[in-house]
């Protein structure tokens, strides 16, 4: 090895301001390996490595996932263009849903800052049809007892159409972060998804009720168990549910160990 071009992982790192866990799953996984070790059992990174990890980060910066960037790199076959074309589609469609959420946002200002809560049918329309305090006071009853379901309707009948917003906009947040994990491969069980798991229940306890692991298991099984449920997660993407409720299930287990 030629110690005066090879790197450390934890330069390598902070070159390309990533974390060392992630070099470490590149590794893992067998998309960015390093080409050999130090004495003392170090990964380092030759100028070959680094060419190739600076391409699998150019090409996660435009949203492509672990799977599609093996593919564009390593099989000869695999159009670039063609990937790129299909990428960029999911992109415009997502910017027209965030274009209509802005407009929908600017039409709630108003109101907000009257302090206007929402109607019933202006509900429906943030939340795509699915009435999350019908739901949600329903799962509450079954799995949070009698003084979760009252402190959830005590704060959500406080609540305005952009606190609503809010709640959306962050639980769309954790969608996203979960539908990366997915696209790249990463199992519900890893540290990864299970501390998304952990923001979804802090986000519970921030706008509903304090969620206690044991409450969020039995969310969790609920998610995938009532096809109401899986069908409304699974808007953001296919699979997510049941992703969702093993992560979940995976950060329960976490925090029964200690």
Not at 2 to 11: H, N, Q, R, W, Y
Not at 33 to 61: C, T
Not at 72 to 86: D, F, Q
Not at 120 to 127: A, D, K, P, Q, R
């Amino acid at each position: 090895m030629d110690t005066e071009t090879d790197l450390t992982v934890g330069a390598v790192a902070r070159l390309a301001g990533i974390s060392v866990r992630t070099l470490h799953h590149y590794d893992e996984i067998g998309l960015v390996s390093p080409d050999g070790h130090s004495d003392a059992g170090y990964r380092l990174y030759s100028r070959r490595n680094i060419a190739r990890l600076q391409e699998v980060l150019f090409f996660r910066e435009l949203g492509l996932g672990l799977a599609d960037i093996r593919r564009i790199i390593e099989e000869p076959g695999y159009s670039r263009g063609k990937a790129l074309e299909s990428h960029k589609e999911q992109l415009i469609a997502q910017s027209s849903r965030l274009l209509a959420m802005v407009d929908l946002i600017d039409r709630t200002i108003n109101a907000e800052q009257e302090g206007t809560k929402m109607t019933s049918e202006e509900m429906l329309e943030v939340f795509d049809g699915f009435d999350p305090v019908e739901h949600q006071a329903e799962a509450e009853s079954r799995w949070g007892g009698a003084d979760a379901y009252a402190e959830s309707n005590r704060r959500v009948s406080g609540y305005t159409k952009q606190d609503w917003l809010n709640v959306k906009g962050e639980a769309r947040a954790l969608d996203e972060k979960l539908l990366a994990l997915m696209a790249g491969g990463i199992a519900p069980d890893t540290i990864e998804a299970m501390d998304i798991a952990e923001e979804h229940r802090a986000h519970i306890t921030k706008w509903f009720h304090d969620c206690t692991p044991e409450v969020h298991a039995g969310l969790g099984s609920m998610y995938v168990t009532d096809f109401r449920f899986q069908k409304n997660i699974d808007k953001a993407g296919e699979g997510l549910a049941q992703y969702l409720s093993d992560a979940i299930a995976a950060n329960h287990e976490r925090s029964a160990r200690g």
